[in-house]
């Protein structure tokens, strides 16, 4: 199954629901960055550097599952120097 078809499909809405309960831990137990270990803030416009991504442990590219898949939080700027271009397309997708 390719990503596109997947983000088209009903995974969405649990990548989504996935997505919100990573950002509501963040704002509530103030989990960091799995790549520096700085703080996020939640508050950030998403097209900011510094704001809250979704950061796939297994790259999609790679095959990994956009639901089932293990999410942990990351800052924008680290998600897109350490993973693909693909994960930060994703990114931009489940914020719609
Ligand atoms: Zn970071």
């Not at 270990?37 to 790259?59: C, K, N, Q, W, Y």
């Not at 990994?64 to 293990?70: A, F, I, K, P």
């Amino acid at each position: 199954m390719s990503n596109r078809s997947i983000r088209d499909g009903k995974g969405k809405a649990a990548y989504k629901r996935k997505r919100k309960r990573l950002l509501a831990r963040v704002r509530d137990e103030g989990l960091v960055c799995h790549i520096c270990g700085g703080d996020i803030d939640v508050t950030l416009d998403r097209r900011d550097p510094m704001s809250f991504t979704a950061d796939h442990i297994e790259p999609l590219a790679n095959g990994g599952d956009l639901v089932r898949n293990e999410i942990r939080p990351a800052h924008l700027r680290c998600n897109a120097r350490r993973g693909t271009a693909a994960d930060v397309a994703i990114e931009a997708w489940g914020a719609s």
